[in-house]
């Protein structure tokens, strides 16, 4: 590390010169991973360029409308662009999608009817999802209150259990879901190929069940996205991967256009679908974030193999694995202990641009059942792109690292994260 760096996290951070030096000698036996996230970076910043010039992406498409919003030029660009990139049919981009539970669960709510079965086949979905389905809490509105069937096939040994799909599809079985991403559990994130092989293996048992990927944290981390190995419907959140950091709310879901079209019903209404939703003049930060997505997905993704390299060294179990194929931005720390969780949660915290005098606190949050401990001091609230790390309060205690908009700022989290634990006689180098 250069001498004025050095200098300037000793004496305004209050980092040690052993814990420089640890932390740099760790990075130095994960250059070499980088490279190959520098490939897909390339890739996908060319793939975007190249949507925005096939739609001819202009200054004036950035404009305001009002009322109704109909014609608004940039909000249907928005999503031609976002067709392109994902290679899908159609879109719904919207800055009114609350959060990525929203758009899964617009996604759901428009394809399932009364009397169908949905089978996820990743295990357990993420925990708002439990709710949105209702196998957990009781809230109104839920799937299994509106009569739809709901199964789902454990994974074997954090596998998709390709074996066990068939036995589970019914007669009704309308909808099988795949979560790429890790969530709140102990498994890696599903490759996109390994994602590809599953719905070849549901569509050879019945070509016309549906598919639907939540994408979330997956998205430009390969150089192919889940739709283009048949999945019918894939949803995210634009203040993860996809807004890279800009982009100031909503969600995004990409598919056949006869499911985005029933999903837009239910997003407006019956007949009035995709052709109406004010964008509130979000059309440039939308945009300029999907720009930026592919550096910033993968400025964090680096963060997060540094996070992994550092605490597998202090013999930590981690997932995913130093060198296991990345499909998210998560970085899973199993610490084993509460304290453990807090004291790096806090230096996350401590570490943000923003708000980084706060301490983070276990508390009840809506669609979670457990506790969680959420440290976020983001430029854009709840932003998860940015630096952040969270963990619900149960055995075996992980926190899930994720985000950082630049590399040195994921760097810094990790310096004062050690030094928090160290502080606190948590851990020794
Ligand atoms: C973040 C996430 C969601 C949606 O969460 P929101 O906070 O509502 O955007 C859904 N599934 C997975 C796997 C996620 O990581």
């Not at 980092?15 to 994960?30: A, H, M, P, R």
């Not at 999608?97 to 979905?125: F, K, Q, V």
Request: proline share 3%; aromatic share 8%; glycine share 10%.
């Amino acid at each position: 590390m250069n001498i004025y760096t050095e200098k300037l996290l000793i004496e305004d951070f209050g980092i040690s010169k052993e814990l420089i030096d640890y932390v740099t000698n760790q990075e130095g036996k994960i250059i070499d991973n980088f490279k190959e996230l520098d490939d897909i970076k390339e890739f996908n910043q060319y793939k975007i360029v190249k949507a925005m010039h096939d739609v001819k992406l202009g200054a004036t498409d950035f404009n305001w409308t009002t009322g109704y919003g109909y014609n608004d030029v940039g909000r249907e660009k928005t999503e031609e662009i976002y067709s392109l990139v994902f290679k899908t049919e159609d879109a719904l981009v919207r800055p009114t999608i609350a959060s990525g539970t929203h758009a899964l669960s617009l996604t759901l709510n428009g394809i399932l009817l009364p009397g169908d079965h949905l089978l996820s086949i990743t295990g357990s979905p993420y925990d708002t999802l439990q709710q949105v389905i209702g196998i957990e809490g009781n809230e109104a509105g839920n799937l299994i209150e509106m009569g739809i069937e709901y199964d789902e096939i454990p994974l074997i040994d954090g596998q998709i259990d390709l074996d066990g799909i068939e036995a589970m599809i019914k007669e009704n079985t309308k909808l099988v879901t795949i979560q790429r991403s890790t969530g709140y559990s102990d498994r890696r994130a599903f490759s996109v190929d390994e994602i590809g092989q599953a719905i070849s293996k549901v569509k050879s048992i019945n070509k016309d069940i549906y598919v639907m990927v939540d994408n979330c944290y997956g998205e430009f981390l390969d150089y192919k996205e889940p739709t283009e190995l048949g999945a019918d419907v894939m949803a995210g959140s634009l203040i993860k991967n996809p807004g890279g950091g800009i982009a100031l709310s909503g969600g995004y879901i990409v598919g056949k256009e006869k499911l985005i079209e029933r999903i837009a019903n239910k997003a407006t209404a019956p007949g009035l679908g995709k052709d109406s939703g004010l964008t509130f003049g979000t059309t440039r930060t939308t945009l300029q974030g999907l720009f930026l997505a592919p550096l910033i997905t993968s400025e964090a993704v680096k963060g997060a193999i540094l996070v992994g390299q550092v605490f597998s060294s202090l013999g930590y179990n981690v997932v995913p694995k130093v060198n296991d194929i990345r499909s998210d931005i998560i970085q899973a720390i199993e610490f084993g202990s509460p304290e453990k969780v807090e004291a790096f949660c806090k230096g996350i915290q401590d570490a943000a641009a923003v708000d980084a005098h706060f301490t983070p606190i276990a508390a009840e949050m809506p669609g979670y059942e457990s506790h969680v401990i959420m440290a976020s001091g983001s430029f854009i609230e709840g932003s998860s792109i940015e630096l952040s790390a969270d963990a619900p309060m149960r055995e075996p205690y992980y926190a899930y690292y994720q985000g950082g908009l630049t590399y040195p700022h994921c760097k810094l989290g990790v310096f004062i994260a050690l030094n928090n634990l160290l502080k606190d006689g948590l851990i020794s180098l």
